[in-house]
T-cell receptor, first 114, second 112 residues
C-alpha cells in the first residue's frame, strides 16, 4: 500500500497563476484533510472532507478551493496564487471513529509563490 | 487558532538521556495524539490517549494526560540520534468530522 501520496512534490508559481495539488489515499478512508505548515505556526487546517462529494472549510480556507469527486482523491486548488500562500502543504486521511481517528499524512508539497 | 501548545519549543539532549515534552490545550477533548515529523517529511502518528485515560505506553514512549489541568506530556526514554525530529501534539475536540488541532511543535535534537 502506498498510503497517502501527494503530487507534485515541489512547485514554483508566479503571483496570479493557478494550480491544483492532488492527494490520493489507498486506505479507503472516509475523512481527508488539507493543511499548510509555516515556520513557527505548526499545521493549520485549510479544508476537509468527511466523505465523497463533501467538503468543508477549516481554519484558513481563504484563497483555496477543494473537491472530492472520488473517495480516494482530494484536490486542493489555488485560483490566483499569492506570495502569502508560499508554504508546505500536507494532505492527511483518517478512517474516523471516536477515539481512534489517527491521521495518515502524505510527504508534502513545497510551494513557492513569487 | 492553536489548541495545543508544546513546551519547550526546542530541546537538545545527549543520546541515552530521556526527553520530556509538554502540551497544554484550552478546551475539552475526546483524545490527544502525538505525532513526529522528521525534517522535510510528513507527520507520523505515534500514540493516542483518550480523555478517560491517564497514562499510556508504547515502546520507549510514555504519554500522560491530565484533563483537569488540560495538559499532556510525552516522555521518550533512552533517546537515540534517530529520535531527532519535531514532535506535535494534536487534540480531537469531538464532533463527527474528527478534525485535529495541532500545536506548534517541539524540536528535539539528540546528540550522538
Amino acid at each position: 500500500n502506498a498510503g497517502v501520496t501527494q503530487t507534485p512534490k515541489f512547485r514554483v508559481l508566479k503571483t496570479g497563476q493557478s494550480m491544483t495539488l492532488l492527494c490520493a489515499q489507498d486506505m479507503n478512508h472516509e475523512y481527508m484533510y488539507w493543511y499548510r505548515q509555516d515556520p513557527g505556526m505548526g499545521l493549520r487546517l485549510i479544508h476537509y472532507s468527511v466523505g465523497e462529494g463533501t467538503t468543508a472549510k477549516g481554519e484558513v480556507p481563504d484563497g483555496y478551493n477543494v473537491s472530492r469527486l472520488k473517495k480516494q482523491n482530494f484536490l486542493l486548488g489555488l485560483e490566483s496564487a499569492a506570495p502569502s500562500q508560499t508554504s508546505v502543504y500536507f494532505c492527511a486521511s483518517s478512517g474516523g471513529g471516536a477515539g481512534n481517528n489517527e491521521q495518515f499524512f502524505g510527504p508534502g508539497t513545497r510551494l513557492t509563490v513569487l | 487558532s492553536q489548541q495545543g501548545e508544546e513546551d519547550p519549543q526546542a530541546l537538545s539532549i545527549q543520546e541515552g538521556e530521556n526527553a520530556t515534552m509538554n502540551c497544554s490545550y484550552k478546551t475539552s477533548i475526546n483524545n490527544l495524539q502525538w505525532y513526529r515529523q522528521n525534517s522535510g517529511r510528513g507527520l507520523v502518528h505515534l500514540i493516542l490517549i483518550r480523555s478517560n485515560e491517564r497514562e499510556k505506553h508504547s515502546g520507549r514512549l510514555r504519554v500522560t494526560l491530565d484533563t483537569s489541568k488540560k495538559s499532556s506530556s510525552l516522555l521518550i526514554t533512552a533517546s537515540r540520534a534517530a529520535d531527532t525530529a519535531s514532535y506535535f501534539c494534536a487534540t480531537d475536540a469531538g464532533g463527527s468530522n474528527y478534525k485535529l488541532t495541532f500545536g506548534k511543535g517541539t524540536l528535539l535534537t539528540v546528540n550522538p
